[in-house]
């Protein structure tokens, strides 16, 4: 009745139905009516407890403090007892929650002086045992030779070891009386367990740390529960480098610290190191095909004053006062030097200014490109299917096991790589532009998600599309004869239809375009009149059209991204995690205006932006920090 009247004195608003249905000014039946609320609040060392005064739903009256504060007897006499006694239980808990770590901490504290003793009276005795000295006797050997079969230490591998590294993870056992290291030398994306004991566990407790590079001397022996079915008992380390601070990149990382920090994030993602193993498998096995077929390997320039592909998607720069571009193909350079190397292919660094949102564009990605002379179109296309079902069967034969661990999904019979590899879907299936367009529109496949305005022929069929076709498909697809002004310049035109061009996009299951090639307009008449057609100057193009001067002959080729052939092997939807660092410039957008936050800089990382309308993609965007506005919008998902 007390706590009533001062509140009501304080001005407190009670709603005018409240005081007809109760008489705030006697008091007597709202205060029989009065319920108490005990509600602690845990999670923290000191528990914060909140007593609360109600009646029905309206809260007049409630205060809180710490149960380890001491309460005042104006706040007890507000308590019910079963409150009050609820509140002394809970200090007692708390007051016995801190003794307890006191007790701790002053224990650990004990110990670690006692270590340190102990450290430093044996620290200066610390030396290259007997055994040791004779550096002779331990064999240099990485890791990736010591895989074998569990329970099979052959004489093969030797049994002492010099193993050169970096420290992936340590485990202490008994504080300085056992300890685990795990050694990651690159060579290999398992990690080899080395056990020390004794005293140099000691030393090993206080000197080593994640991320340092060491010389381990050790012999092998064989243990089911470790990796390889063996593990290294370490005689003596050296600390080749140190660690100035503690290395906090981990699996658990926040996002924007592992984008920010991606060049120390790829030592702890084991996934991220299978990529670029698998990246550089890729590049040798393309590289061992066309060594195989007689091609010749050139390393043509990236500085160019020339254009490919169009001038809208060129990187401009400035060349000691002259204008000069990126590269986006080395193709006309392939083929000045077809009449001295015959069949030649390059593997460089192309370049285009898109500001696409596909997870399958770079602006900057890995070119493969093939030419070859005294070949017609149907040569191409053999030649180019020979190359894939290759590759993918050398690839398979001898990364089969780094496959499996990234994306045991490929090994499933029914899918598209297992077929190349068992022969199936031979020859590719073949289907002209307009084909596809008919496919489309008959399979309901439409250009924009949002209408059902069908496919027309001149239309681009772009990502979405053309991945939903070759999924109903379900098997590789050679989309050939494409119209001639959808097409670069150079591109011959069909012999039967003149409108039409002897081009060709390798599509793939889950990847979509792959590959892209045509046949190469090989008549000087013909080439001057395709520069006149596309209002290109051919002067800054003699040298390219010199060649049509000098006994020309019938050549073709073609161009694929190695990033985007990655993701037909690879558990992955997008290019960019198939790259190891990027630093480049996005813009953030939905497509009916709705958000807009410029352009941001991102790394090697992509994050979707969904606006959940009918629950279909309206934006897409690579992103290093997300606004506040998109993390607290309900109409958006991450």
Not at 80 to 97: A, C, G, N
Not at 301 to 313: A, R, Y
Not at 467 to 479: D, S
């Amino acid at each position: 009745r007390r706590h009533i009247k001062s509140l009501h004195k304080s001005s407190l608003k009670v709603s005018p139905t409240l005081q007809r249905t109760f008489n705030i000014s006697s008091c007597s039946s709202l205060f029989q009516r009065q319920k108490h609320r005990y509600s602690p609040s845990r999670g923290t060392s000191k528990n914060i407890l909140s007593f609360d005064c109600f009646h029905g739903r309206r809260n007049f009256h409630s205060f809180s403090f710490q149960s380890n504060e001491t309460v005042s007897q104006e706040h007890t006499a507000d308590l019910s007892k079963s409150q009050l006694k609820k509140l002394q239980r809970q200090q007692w808990k708390d007051q016995q929650k801190q003794e307890k770590e006191r007790q701790q901490q002053e224990k650990e504290a004990k110990e670690h002086e006692e270590h340190m003793e102990m450290y430093e009276r044996v620290r200066g005795k610390w030396t290259e045992p007997d055994n040791v000295r004779d550096k002779q006797s331990y064999e240099a050997t990485k890791l990736k030779h010591l895989r074998a079969t569990k329970g099979d230490l052959s004489s093969s591998h030797p049994q002492r070891l010099l193993l050169h590294g970096w420290i992936q993870n340590l485990r202490n056992h008994g504080r300085g009386k056992l300890l685990f290291l795990e050694l990651r030398d690159g060579s290999t994306n398992q990690h080899l367990q080395c056990v020390i004991v004794d005293d140099l566990a000691l030393r090993a407790h206080y000197e080593l740390k994640s991320e340092q590079s060491v010389r381990v001397y050790g012999s092998l022996v064989e243990n089911e529960k470790a990796p390889y079915g063996r593990e290294v008992h370490v005689e003596y380390f050296d600390i080749i480098g140190n660690v100035s601070e503690v290395f906090s990149v981990n699996q658990d990382t926040k996002v924007d610290v592992s984008i920010r920090d991606r060049h120390l994030f790829i030592r702890e993602s084991k996934r991220m190191a299978s990529v670029l193993k698998f990246r550089s498998l890729l590049l040798d096995s393309l590289r061992r095909y066309y060594l195989s077929v007689d091609h010749h390997e050139v390393t043509p320039p990236t500085l160019v004053q020339t254009e490919v592909e169009g001038g809208s998607t060129l990187f401009a720069l400035d060349y000691f006062g002259e204008p000069a571009y990126l590269t986006q193909s080395s193709q006309l350079y392939l083929e000045s030097v077809l009449p001295v190397l015959g069949d030649v292919f390059c593997i460089a660094q192309s370049y285009r200014a898109e500001k696409s949102q596909t997870p399958r564009h770079l602006a900057e990605y890995t070119h493969v490109e093939v030419e070859r002379a005294f070949i017609d179109f149907n040569d191409l296309l053999n030649s180019m299917e020979d190359m894939v079902r290759w590759v993918v069967k050398d690839v398979f034969e001898r990364g089969g096991s780094l496959l499996q661990e990234v994306n045991p999904e490929i090994f499933e019979p029914d899918h598209f790589m297992q077929k190349l590899l068992h022969g199936e879907s031979k020859p590719f299936k073949r289907m002209t532009y307009h084909e596809c367009i008919q496919f489309c529109n008959e399979n309901n496949i439409y250009p924009n998600e949002d209408s059902t305005e069908p496919f027309k022929i001149g239309d681009d069929i772009t990502d979405r599309p053309e991945r939903e076709m070759i999924k109903l498909i379900g098997e590789p697809v050679f989309m050939i004869h494409f119209p001639a002004d959808m097409k670069a310049f150079y591109m011959q035109k069909c012999p039967q239809d003149v409108t039409l061009t002897e081009s060709v996009d390798l599509l793939l299951p889950g990847v979509g375009e792959a590959i892209g090639g045509s046949m190469r307009i090989w008549q000087q008449e013909e080439l001057e009149a395709a520069f006149k057609r596309e209002h290109i100057d051919p002067a800054p193009y003699y040298w390219y059209t010199d060649q049509r001067k000098y006994g020309s002959v019938p050549h073709g080729g073609y161009g694929l991204g190695l990033e985007r052939l990655m993701i037909g092997s690879w558990d992955c939807h997008t290019s960019e995690k198939l790259v190891c660092i990027q630093d480049i410039w996005a813009e953030l957008r939905l497509d009916q205006g709705q958000l807009n936050v410029g352009r941001i800089e991102v790394g090697c990382f992509m994050i979707l932006v969904a606006h959940m309308n009918g629950g279909k993609r309206t934006g897409l965007g690579r992103v290093n920090d997300i606004p506040a506005p998109i993390l607290h919008d309900p109409q958006c998902t991450l």
